[in-house]
């Protein structure tokens, strides 16, 4: 306790010096034409001076909003599952269109109209396709439905430009993403209690690979879709009420100008919630040193409630560990004193090899946040005002 008295002073020097990420700037924006493949469209843009960071997309101007956006929210009902489906498949879209060949657009091509006629209108749309689920009717029967459940939640479009000279910018691949249900919910009569079966994930996986077919399929008949390489990533959808959300479980390439969905690539990511039973079954060190965690603040500090972590893992190696610390305080200096006692604990007590990030809150009022990136000894830390 000695030696984490002294840095302690040291620490609250460190409180003092926040820090943030700033975005590089270039020296100029870039005017230029946005085109389709088949360059039967053209519109002026604009290519930004600056990023966040190398790591991720810039951004055509002036920003375009989906074609499909808002259905996701209709359709996936876990808010954590849509934040998840969104960032992971532009995180996952980084291994096949980099970003600094790249430029993120919300998906243009897959319209509302045309997702929810995918997803399961029961009348053909105007090619003739129908809808990717079963079209069950609203009377049908308990059995009917465990029969013919509707694997499919939602399918969300991200598209990447690419310049092909000075001066322009073409479609380059679109990423499509799958949301898949783990639970069925359903009823059988309008005002009726929901049922609720539970989908395996082998049975999942096959589903959602042979709707990624027809997908695909589909998408090669649209203009300025015919040529262009396609990622299909397969999401499994957590519960309702979970307080994680799901993760991407395959993912595919479909090379420019195919219409057939080869080999699939496992994805081994895992979200899981401190404290429960997985994690003191799968990942008993990460548990055992958040339950040390907790216990040397609830020695100190009276008025701690509890600490809730959220931990993300590929290839079973934590990645990233967020932390949630409600606490009520009495006044300034009390969140100072104790953020400098956290930051000595993140120092003395957590591996650097992932992202960690600690909020502070008291209320619905967030008071300071720590963060560290992977690598880094020393976590950075802000006291909002």
Not at 121 to 138: R, T
Not at 165 to 184: F, N, P, Q, T, W
Not at 217 to 227: H, I
Not at 294 to 310: C, H, L, M, R, W
């Amino acid at each position: 306790m000695e030696k984490l008295r002294k840095k302690l002073i040291l620490m609250l020097v460190g409180l003092l010096l926040l820090t943030s990420c700033a975005p590089s700037f270039d020296n100029s924006e870039e005017d230029i034409v946005e085109e389709n493949q088949d360059q039967t469209n053209q519109e002026t843009a604009i290519i930004p001076s600056y990023s966040l960071s190398e790591e991720n997309y810039r951004v055509i101007l002036p920003y375009k909003l989906g074609k499909a956006r808002g259905v996701i929210v209709n359709q996936v009902f876990n808010r954590l599952d849509i934040d998840e489906l969104e960032e992971g498949l532009k995180r996952h879209s980084k291994d096949v269109f980099e970003p600094d060949k790249y430029f993120f657009q919300e998906g243009q091509y897959l319209t509302e109209d045309i997702v929810y006629e995918w997803l399961g209108s029961a009348k053909p749309d105007e090619e003739g396709n129908q809808g990717l689920n079963p079209p069950l009717a609203e009377n049908a029967t308990k059995k009917q439905h465990q029969e013919n459940p509707r694997y499919l939640s939602h399918i969300l479009e991200q598209d990447y430009l690419m310049k092909t000279g000075e001066d322009r910018v073409v479609l380059g691949g679109v990423s499509i993403g799958l949301a898949m249900k783990s639970v069925y919910r359903f009823q059988t009569e309008i005002g009726g209690p929901y049922f609720f079966e539970k989908i395996s994930k082998q049975e999942m996986l096959s589903k959602g690979q042979e709707l990624a077919q027809k997908i695909v399929e589909r998408m090669r008949k649209m203009e300025g879709l015919s040529k262009v390489p396609i990622m299909v990533s397969l999401y499994r959808e957590e519960a309702q009420d979970s307080m994680v959300p799901g993760n991407f479980v395959a993912k595919t390439v479909v090379e420019e100008g195919s219409s057939s969905v080869g080999d699939w690539e496992e994805i081994n990511e895992k979200h899981v919630l401190f404290p429960s039973d997985e994690a003191s079954e799968n990942y008993k060190e990460d548990a055992n040193n958040l339950s040390f965690f907790e216990q040397d603040i609830a020695e100190y500090f009276p008025n701690y409630t509890s600490v809730i972590g959220k931990g993300f893992y590929v290839n079973d190696e934590l990645q990233k560990l967020t932390i949630e610390i409600p606490i009520q305080f009495n006044g300034k200096a009390e969140v100072v004193g104790f953020s400098q006692y956290v930051y000595g604990l993140v120092v003395e007590g957590f591996q650097p090899h992932y992202d960690l990030e600690i909020n502070i809150t008291s209320g619905d009022q967030q008071e300071s946040l720590i963060t560290r990136e992977a690598g880094e000894e020393e976590p950075q830390v802000h006291i909002y005002h």
